[in-house]
């Protein structure tokens, strides 16, 4: 037996298969393909790799594969699994023989399984599932993951033994203790959730379809009460008579006693929670609805049991101080579950201070950003920091880059079919880094400023919207991209130019008897100030790049940016007779607010111009 290992150690993957396996095994790193590896509430915690045989290599398995990986985030609800997807595309789940251990001299979390497939390989959290089997005589079952909830199956609750799956999702929303994000995310999209006291752990129950509940089922969920009980019913009920005057209220807009009955739902609960309505949303084809005609009771510990009579695919029990109408209750269902998946992100661009052209593009949780920014700082990025409002982004999606402005990526510069080659991909337990080289456009631009402008626009592409092409995750379709989810400015320091030259070394001399004749417009540049030499240039009408131009040749000398403004204007000239270009300038000088140095210019080209044919 022998181990191979990849060249960079804290990335390595070890692969222990038989003698001679190095000769045809090649592993390499697939990063760029990491938005494919993940679906679903799956999180990447591992680099990708890929494994292959080289060629048609005879080749036995089984293969030890050892990837390590890091998780930060771990709890009852989540477990760890090596994603294999082979060459024709196919997923497969291997559950790792141990995720601690010691290889190539480094003891950490290490994912070691055996294969029977090669191809890209990965290290994902996902949910845990627990599966079951339900025998006739029934079963009381308490989850692994969360004692508290227990599933009660009567005996002949089905026909015949049946195969069951739980899987579960934590719980999502809560006053106290509360999840702060995805509360402030629910909140703010809209008041009517601030009645929400608390939700039960969302259940994802899978029964057979061909087996229909002959019994009920119980199911013991977590649905803690609100802690700040200050309501009082008899003052409700009050209030409701007041603004209903009088009249029959709908079924959601009357208290608990007279609710019930609407709802066919029978609540059986303490004085402590009389004052709060319990909601069971149920969903069936990924349809949420509330279930009606259930009975519900509270129990201590805040431990509340509902009695199912039908099978459905996901189970929510939901507190609430007030009661909602149902389109809301169905919509706050299907937004807790996105935003179980949606994180508040922020990007970040900075650089160090002594490489301004390598810039650092990073995808950070907001919640982690003072954390995250400070162990920039301990690794030298000191630099302007550029950073984003906050960017809703789920698992495997990606930022795509585009430039604008005089700065772009050296890998953009020659990119003529405008495809965005800078992305950055998304994963919560990863670090989301990319380093991106910069550079000028136009080294002539931006000439009234000490730096180079633009600007990183950044274009959020969903990880469903990428498919496979070739080796790599395409954009299905350009269209898709849509408007820039961001834009952050970028400047780049302009490189020092010698301007110690001569000027006879840049500038053709014109011979004395041609017209505007290289005397003469050294006369005249002495003559003019910085403010005239500015508006001269707009009544030559001479473009800005090549005003640019002439102030870096030309160096801090105003004489000497003024002849080049001249010289420069007089070189585009087409063929003309020697009085008209002087008429032409003069006409110039006049609108710049110079007439005298007009009038003087003519008579001075009038007599060289007589010098001249006199010679």
């Known amino acids: 037996m022998e181990d191979i290992q990849s060249q960079h150690v804290p990335d390595a993957c070890f692969i222990r298969a038989p003698l001679g396996a190095a000769e045809v095994l090649s592993c390499e790193m697939a990063d760029a393909l990491s938005c494919l590896m993940v679906t679903g509430a799956e999180e990447l915690v591992s680099r990708v790799i890929r494994v292959k045989v080289q060629g048609r290599a005879n080749f036995h398995f089984p293969v030890t594969l050892v990837v390590p990986f890091c998780a930060r985030y771990r709890g009852n609800y989540r477990d760890v699994a090596v994603k294999i997807i082979d060459e024709e595309r196919r997923a497969s789940y291997v559950t790792p023989a141990t995720t601690e251990g010691t290889y190539g001299g480094q003891r950490g979390s290490f994912a070691e399984v055996r294969v029977y497939a090669l191809g890209l390989c990965a290290v994902v959290s996902r949910l845990k599932r627990e599966n079951y089997t339900v025998p006739r005589r029934g079963l009381s079952l308490k989850l692994a993951m969360d004692p508290r909830i227990c599933l009660n199956y009567l005996p002949g609750a089905f026909a015949a ?300 592409v969903n990880s469903v919207q990428l498919e496979w092409r070739g080796d790599g995750a395409v954009l299905m379709d350009m269209k898709l991209l849509g408007d820039p989810v961001c834009a952050l400015s970028l400047t780049l320091p302009k490189k020092v130019r010698s301007v110690n030259r001569p000027v006879t070394a840049r500038v053709k001399l014109c011979e004395e008897t041609d017209s505007l004749s290289d005397s003469l417009l050294l006369w005249l540049a002495g003559e003019l100030s910085e403010e005239e030499v500015a508006v001269l240039v707009l009544s030559l009408r001479l473009r800005r790049s090549v005003a640019q131009l002439v102030r870096l040749r030309a160096g801090d000398s105003l004489t000497s940016q003024a002849f080049h403004v001249l010289a420069t204007w007089r070189r585009g000239l087409p063929a003309a007779p020697h009085q008209l270009k002087a008429s032409q300038l003069a006409r110039c000088l006049a609108k710049s607010g110079r007439p005298d140095l007009a009038r003087e210019l003519l008579l001075r080209q009038a007599a060289a111009t007589r010098q001249g044919s006199m010679t």
């Open 161 to 460: 033994p049946v195969m069951a799956q739980t899987k579960l999702l934590p719980r999502l929303l809560q006053i106290q203790p509360v999840d702060t994000v995805l509360l402030a995310a629910v909140k703010s999209r809209s008041d009517v959730y601030y009645l929400v006291a608390s939700t039960s752990p969302l259940l994802y129950l899978t029964h057979p379809s061909s087996q229909p509940l002959r019994r009920p089922l119980t199911v013991t969920l977590p649905c803690p009460p609100n802690p700040e009980r200050k309501r009082d019913v008899r003052g409700q009920e009050k209030q409701t008579e007041h603004h209903h005057g009088g009249r029959v209220a709908p079924a959601w807009d009357q208290p608990a006693s007279n609710r019930v009955r609407e709802f066919g739902a029978t609540l059986k609960s303490p004085k402590e929670t009389a004052n709060e309505l319990l909601i069971v949303l149920v969903s069936r084809d990924k349809q949420w609805s509330v279930l009606e005609k259930v009975t519900v009771r509270n129990l201590q510990n805040g431990l509340v049991s509902v009695e199912l009579t039908e099978n459905f695919d996901r189970l929510l029990l939901v507190r609430l101080l007030s009661p909602l109408q149902p389109p809301h209750l169905t919509s706050l269902a299907e937004r807790l579950e996105e935003s179980v998946g949606c994180h508040a992100v922020t990007v970040v661009l900075q650089r160090r201070r002594d490489d301004p052209h390598t810039a650092l593009v990073a995808a950070m949780l907001s919640r982690d950003l003072s954390w995250e920014l400070n162990k920039l700082r301990a690794q030298g990025y000191g630099g302007p920091l550029e950073a984003s409002s906050d960017i809703s982004m789920s698992e495997g999606d990606q930022l795509l880059l585009r430039f604008s402005g005089n700065i772009t990526s050296t890998r953009s510069q020659n990119n003529r079919n405008d495809v965005p080659h800078e992305r950055l991909t998304f994963h919560t337990q990863r670090t989301n880094h990319l380093l991106v080289q910069l550079t000028e456009v136009d080294p002539f631009g931006n000439y009234s400023s000490p730096h180079y402008k633009g600007a990183a626009m950044f274009y959020k």
